[in-house]
């Protein structure tokens, strides 16, 4: 069955210091990932999506086939970012989302 | 509208009642997706349309639980004879057409006691 795995519930890091949000799927075919953002009140929202390859508020994310990873980086954590985010995966096909835990993101002043 | 928009924002039902959720996705979108998320855990599918016409019901429940979107008014989601796990916040998305970007709504949290 498809499953995304975010491995940390919860991540903590100075405003500055670089971070990254872990993301692995396992689907045999060929898949579609996303990086979905909810910030304090806010609704669910799209960050970016792999075949984008673009770079949103300073996040990129590259899809690793062979580690089935799509990890989310920035540089520069800033204080704007905390908030949960959520990694999701589109089955070829199907148009429905497979959504991990999703991690806590806090960034320290 | 531009938003996905969703009523009520909290919804309480004891054991046994019905609770029923509206979802008004945005003008000229196609696809509505409902989703389920328990104790902010992932998001669970429950079921899909394409216009009026259910694309995808894999997620639902069985029993208790059906889902419509007629012309012209809210999408709904209806739970008959809620039981404690059903408890949940109920997200509604829709999308212009099935592969692009899903927008969310703010959900809407029902409590059964």
């Known amino acids: 069955a498809q499953r995304v795995t975010q491995p940390e519930k919860l991540l903590s890091v100075f405003k500055g210091a670089p971070v990254e949000l872990k993301c692995n799927y396992s689907y045999s075919g060929s898949p579609e990932l996303f990086w979905y953002v909810q910030y304090s009140r806010q609704r669910l929202q799209l960050l970016l999506r792999h075949i984008s390859r673009e770079s949103i508020k300073g996040f990129t994310a590259d899809l690793n086939k062979g580690e089935t990873s799509f990890h989310l980086k920035k540089p520069f954590a800033q204080e704007e970012d905390s908030a949960m985010y959520y990694c999701?995966?589109?089955?070829?096909?199907?148009?429905?989302?497979?959504f991990g835990q999703g991690t806590r993101l806090t960034i320290n002043p | 509208g531009e938003e996905v928009a969703q009523t009520p924002k909290h919804l309480v039902r004891g054991e046994g009642q019905k609770a029923k959720l509206y979802c008004a996705p945005i003008k000229g979108h196609s696809y509505v997706f409902w989703y389920q998320q328990v104790l902010k855990n992932e998001f669970k599918f429950l079921i899909s349309?394409?216009?009026?016409?259910?694309?995808?019901e894999t997620g639902m429940p069985k029993e208790r639980f059906s889902a419509k979107c007629l012309p012209n008014s809210p999408c709904s989601l209806e739970i008959q004879a809620t039981k404690l796990e059903d408890s949940a916040v109920y997200f509604c998305?829709?999308?212009?057409?099935?592969?692009?970007?899903?927008?969310f709504g703010p959900g809407t949290r029902l409590t059964v006691l």
């Open positions: 349309f394409q216009n009026e016409n259910v694309f995808d």
């Open positions: 998305a829709s999308s212009l057409r099935g592969e692009d970007t899903q927008y």
């Open positions: 999701a995966l589109r089955i070829q096909g199907a148009q429905k989302l497979v």
